[in-house]
């Protein structure tokens, strides 16, 4: 059974960082694109950014790219985002989830591709 745990949300004033962290047991990520995704109170879910299983071309959405960064770490089955100048807007529940059998140098931006999924962490921005 495929388990994803993350980790690194939290309370944080406006213009702070927090890195988030996706850990991934049950399954080897090394061959499965990754994803982050949001869902703030009263919305549907978005993404975030997502990542190919080679690292290359990584994707973000227009509203945090540039202060966000997604990663990756095979040998460690774990998925990182790097959130710097956080703003009240970026205040939801962060999701990591797996896309398996994603071809090379690919990944995709929308929810329903991906096949397994964490339970989310907690990030609130207070302005």
């Known amino acids: 059974q495929v388990q994803l745990v993350e980790s690194g949300g939290g309370l944080v004033q406006a213009r702070g960082s927090l890195r988030l962290s996706c850990v991934v047991s049950?399954?080897?990520?090394?061959?499965?694109?990754m994803g982050w995704f949001r869902q703030a109170p009263g919305k549907e879910r978005e993404f975030v950014a997502s990542?190919?299983?080679?690292?290359?071309?990584?994707y973000y959405a227009d509203s945090v790219k540039g202060r966000f960064t997604i990663s990756r770490d095979n040998a460690k089955n774990t998925v990182y985002l790097q959130m710097n100048s956080l703003k009240p807007e970026d205040t939801a529940v962060y999701y990591c989830?797996?896309?398996?059998?994603?071809?090379?140098?690919?990944?995709?931006?929308?929810?329903?591709?991906?096949?397994?999924w964490g339970q989310g962490t907690q990030v609130t921005v207070s302005s």
């Open positions: 049950g399954r080897t990520i090394s061959r499965d694109a």
């Open positions: 990542m190919s299983w080679s690292g290359l071309r990584p």
């Open positions: 989830a797996g896309d398996r059998d994603r071809p090379y140098g690919s990944s995709s931006r929308t929810s329903i591709e991906y096949d397994y």
